[in-house]
């Protein structure tokens, strides 16, 4: 109730709501109280969960054998959590998105021993009917040539690079929904011992001819709704605006923020 009251003086209404993460006051001079009582809950939570106050971490590791990918994340995080990267070829595992992402994490910090992140990115078609872990295809390759299952399993990177931008036009050629989204799942264990918890950012579009520059990926196919641009020919500041991955990275940034963990330097 006291920051309620306060709240609507906005010098201490800043302060607080800078502490709690509270959305910034614009144009309004209230908070609810279910507003704070919701973020006082998640950090008290998420300080449990951490055992924050009394353990300092080492910087967290992104553990990722994708170049590209930590360019954004770079840019993305910028100085809000303290981290370092380590470029390990983790196995490409096949099932639920959020489980591999998890399934990820694990291994990533068993390997570190200590505190990682990891990510799993995966382009998902409604056309066909958004199969969960369309990832690169694989799954949708399963879903209209079940017979090439086992060898898609084997080899979904493999399968991206040979099918390349104009086999993601083509698989859609019989549909006329050519909406698609792109979902990128963070995955983050504090150690070895502990269960990660994951942060999911989806970005809605559809998938058009190639343009633009061929440096990542699908990112020449994947056109996002609201844009003439597709992800390859935006500036990668616009990019990083709207990305499946800075949405998973906003709340990486929020639990952390929540969390209050400790870190060495
Ligand atoms: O156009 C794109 N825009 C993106 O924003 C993006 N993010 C990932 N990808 C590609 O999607 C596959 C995911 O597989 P993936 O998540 O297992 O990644 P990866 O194996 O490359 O690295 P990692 O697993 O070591 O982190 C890989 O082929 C990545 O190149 C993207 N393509
Ligand atoms: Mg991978």
Not at 91 to 102: F, R, S, T
Not at 132 to 161: C, E, G, T
Not at 256 to 261: L, N, P, V
Request: with cysteine; glycine share 6%; aromatic share 10%.
């Amino acid at each position: 109730m006291y920051v309620i009251l306060e709240w609507t003086r906005v010098d201490l209404g800043i302060l607080l709501g800078a502490q709690l993460q509270l959305p910034p006051l614009q144009n309004r001079r209230f908070v609810t109280l279910r507003e704070c009582t919701v973020r006082l809950i998640k950090m008290a939570a998420a300080r449990l969960v951490a055992g924050t106050g009394s353990v300092k971490l080492p910087p967290v590791t992104f553990v990722t054998g994708n170049a590209k990918k930590l360019e954004e994340v770079k840019v993305i995080l910028g100085n809000s959590i303290p981290f370092q990267s380590l470029k390990l070829d983790l196995p490409e595992l096949q099932g639920d998105p959020e489980d591999i992402a998890k399934e990820k994490a694990r291994l990533a910090a068993n390997q570190v021993k200590g505190p990682v992140l990891v990510e799993d990115t995966c382009l998902c078609f409604n056309a066909l009917k958004g199969l969960p872990d369309l990832r690169i295809l694989h799954h949708s390759y399963i879903h209209v040539y079940a017979l090439l299952l086992v060898i898609l399993w084997i080899h979904s990177k493999w399968f991206l690079q040979k099918l390349g931008h104009e086999g993601l036009n083509n698989m859609l050629m019989a549909y006329e929904d050519k909406s698609a989204y792109a979902m990128c799942i963070f995955s983050f264990a504090i150690g070895p011992n502990s269960e990660p918890i994951t942060f999911v950012g989806k970005t809605a579009g559809r998938i058009v001819p190639a343009r633009g520059p061929n440096d990542f990926g699908w990112d020449p196919v994947f056109q996002p709704d609201g844009y003439e641009l597709t992800y390859a020919e935006m500036p990668k500041e616009e990019k990083n605006k709207i990305s499946h991955r800075s949405r998973a990275l906003a709340l990486v940034k929020s639990h952390f923020a929540e969390a209050g963990y400790a870190f060495d330097t």
